[in-house]
């Protein structure tokens, strides 16, 4: 369990980007925001046996083929998870060396050690609380400059019948402890983003990082997470095409902030916190969106009302879209289009099971099928002003939140603030 004292919350004058970071002088990174610029979008356990069947009604749906739920590390996962859940175990098996061989594991823990097996059994036994990370990695960078811009919590319920995800908006004023590996003494607060930055050096790369990270988010919603996983948005692209492109609404005109059109065609340009007039447009409507276009419209924040909050809900879009297409028939019958599906989501990831085989995890999790993914959003998604004076603030609400997600009754929690419910247009 994560200590909540103060020690983990000492000051450090080095508890900022250095002068390169945050000029943005690394390099370049196609899909991703530069800081700053634009508006901001805004205990113990207990023995969380809460209800989850109440978050909304149930709808009567047409019978068809069942989908997982996941994440951006539940891409894959999921369709291994969809297998079992039909009876096809035999069938998911035979693509899990596949998945292994391709997933780099590894421990976050900051002495470097996994969680006694026996342990990590028991505790996949009620609720799973899984931690997941986007890196925002631009070309050229070495590990130790990469932050994390998409941070989301898959909380699954002791029941194992649903699913929730919960983002992060990356720019949450909050304390940041400290990782000695790293030689981070810690800082009061800072964009929570720059966790992941602060533990990844000294060479402590992606375990450092998400360990940090783990800790830091640990320490804000008193949640203790039973996996964490790490994608680089750039392999993530590699997974939608694989797919063949991903169906995605676009509810308004949304200019890029990284595209511009040159002959019709997208061309990346450097990203220089001002409008164009060539800049490229995603425009209103649904369509199959090739990779490159997908991940830019579900990274957009700039120009939009409701800032990093419709960012968060077009990223949680593009999973569920990720989710039906990959478990669609086009996919699941055709073995080699799996096979290289599952290959480059393993590619891309990098996790922490805590100890737990990694098909053992998998399987625990194949109850999931069929399953609502139910997506949340902090502050009700709008802007709250951080009591540390930058940044955005975290509300009473959204504590509440944390607090029904720790004690197992989300479901409880969501029919006394509907607000927090993303409304589902797929």
Not at 214 to 234: A, H, P, R
Not at 298 to 309: A, E, F, K, M
Not at 339 to 351: E, H, P, Q, V
């Given at each position: ?5 103060s ?17 943005g ?6 899909y991703?925001d530069?800081p700053g610029?634009?508006r ?13 069947n ?10 068809k ?6 994440s ?7 369709v ?7 009876g ?11 998945l ?8 976050v823990?900051e ?10 059994r028991t505790?996949?036994k ?6 997941m990370l ?9 590990e130790?400059t ?7 919590i898959l909380?699954i319920?002791?029941?194992h019948d649903?699913?929730?995800l919960?983002?992060?908006p990356?720019?949450?004023e909050v304390?940041i ?7 981070f003494?810690?800082?009061s ?8 930055y ?5 060479k ?6 998400a360990?940090?990270m783990?800790?830091?988010?640990e320490q804000?919603?008193g ?16 997974v939608?095409?694989?797919?063949g ?5 676009v ?5 890029s902030?990284?595209?511009v ?16 007039s060539?800049?490229?447009?995603h425009k ?9 276009e997908a ?8 120009g939009?009302?409701n ?6 809900k077009?990223?949680?879009?593009l ?7 990959a ?8 073995p080699?289009k ?10 891309s990831?990098k996790?922490?099971t805590r100890?737990?085989?990694?098909d053992?995890f998998i ?10 993914l ?5 502050n009700?998604?709008?802007?709250a002003?951080?009591e ?5 603030g975290?509300?009473a ?10 004690d197992?009754?989300l ?7 509907p607000?927090?419910l993303i409304?589902?247009?797929?």
């Amino acid at each position: 369990m994560p200590s909540k004292t103060s020690d983990r919350r000492a000051r450090s004058s080095g508890g900022h980007y250095d002068d390169a970071y945050a000029a943005g002088s690394y390099g370049h990174d196609e899909y991703a925001d530069r800081p700053g610029g634009g508006r901001r979008g805004e205990g113990p356990k207990s023995s969380r046996s809460g209800s989850h069947n109440l978050s909304k009604p149930k709808k009567k749906k047409k019978k068809k083929a069942t989908s997982p739920v996941w994440s951006k590390i539940v891409t894959v996962v999921g369709v291994l998870i969809t297998l079992a859940g039909f009876g096809g175990v035999a069938a998911a098996q035979s693509f899990m060396g596949d998945l292994t061989s391709s997933i780099e594991q590894g421990s976050v823990n900051e002495d470097g050690t996994a969680v006694e097996e026996k342990d990590a059994r028991t505790a996949l036994k009620g609720p799973i609380d899984i931690l997941m990370l986007g890196l925002d990695t631009r070309a050229g960078w070495a590990e130790n400059t990469s932050r994390a811009d998409t941070i989301i919590i898959l909380h699954i319920p002791a029941s194992h019948d649903q699913a929730y995800l919960i983002s992060i908006p990356r720019d949450a004023e909050v304390p940041i402890p400290s990782w000695s590996k790293a030689g981070f003494n810690g800082t009061s607060h800072d964009k929570i983003n720059a966790a992941y930055y602060f533990g990844s050096q000294r060479k402590q790369g992606w375990q450092g990082g998400a360990g940090l990270m783990k800790k830091t988010v640990e320490q804000l919603t008193g949640l203790t997470f039973d996996g964490v996983t790490v994608i680089d948005f750039s392999g993530f692209r590699n997974v939608i095409a694989a797919m063949g492109g991903v169906h995605m609404c676009v509810e308004r005109d949304t200019w890029s902030s990284h595209y511009v059109k040159r002959d019709g065609k997208p061309q990346y340009l450097t990203w220089n916190g001002q409008y164009r007039s060539d800049a490229w447009v995603h425009k209103k409507g649904c369509r199959n969106m090739a990779a490159w276009e997908a991940l830019d419209f579900s990274r957009q924040r700039y120009g939009l009302p409701n800032s990093d909050y419709d960012r968060q809900k077009h990223q949680q879009q593009l999973l569920k879209s990720m989710a039906k297409k990959a478990t669609s028939a086009g996919i699941l019958a055709n073995p080699t289009k799996l096979s290289d599906l599952i290959k480059a989501a393993g590619a891309s990831l990098k996790m922490d099971t805590r100890g737990v085989p990694l098909d053992d995890f998998i399987f625990t999790m194949k109850a999931l099928a069929g399953s609502d993914l139910i997506a949340l959003k902090t502050n009700a998604g709008t802007y709250a002003k951080s009591e540390f004076g930058g940044g955005e603030g975290i509300t009473a609400g959204t504590k509440a939140m944390f607090d029904a997600a720790k004690d197992d009754r989300l479901g409880e929690f969501l029919m006394e603030n509907p607000e927090y419910l993303i409304p589902d247009k797929s």
